[in-house]
């Protein structure tokens, strides 16, 4: 899997959005809506990090900046069960 070493990566928000992102501290992750397969959100299992309530707009964004190194586990609530979730693995 790819170490993805630039300041800003985004993930277009949909049913088969990659599962998981490796990179650097500091990062910024930008999930885009992409306006397919209904309202999505953005929430962390075991961090204090969501994004706003569930939403199918298109264009629509949330971001996060990973400022220390370990593994993300985040899923979309409404589609959870369908397997969308995924994980950001962040390295010094």
């Known amino acids: 899997m790819p170490l993805f070493d630039c300041p800003e990566t985004t993930i277009a928000l949909q049913c088969d959005s990659p599962p998981v992102l490796r990179v650097r501290t500091g990062t910024t992750v ?3 809506w992409t306006g397919n397969d209904g309202g999505h959100n953005v929430a962390f299992d075991d961090a204090d ?11 629509r964004t949330f971001e996060h900046t ?6 993300y586990r985040y899923y979309c609530a ?6 969308m979730r995924g994980a950001i693995i962040v390295e010094e």
């Open 49 to 59: 990090i969501e994004s706003d309530d569930v939403s199918p707009e298109q264009g």
């Open 78 to 83: 409404p589609h959870h069960a369908l397997g």
């Open 66 to 71: 990973f400022d220390a190194a370990g593994t």
């Open 30 to 32: 930008v999930w885009e």
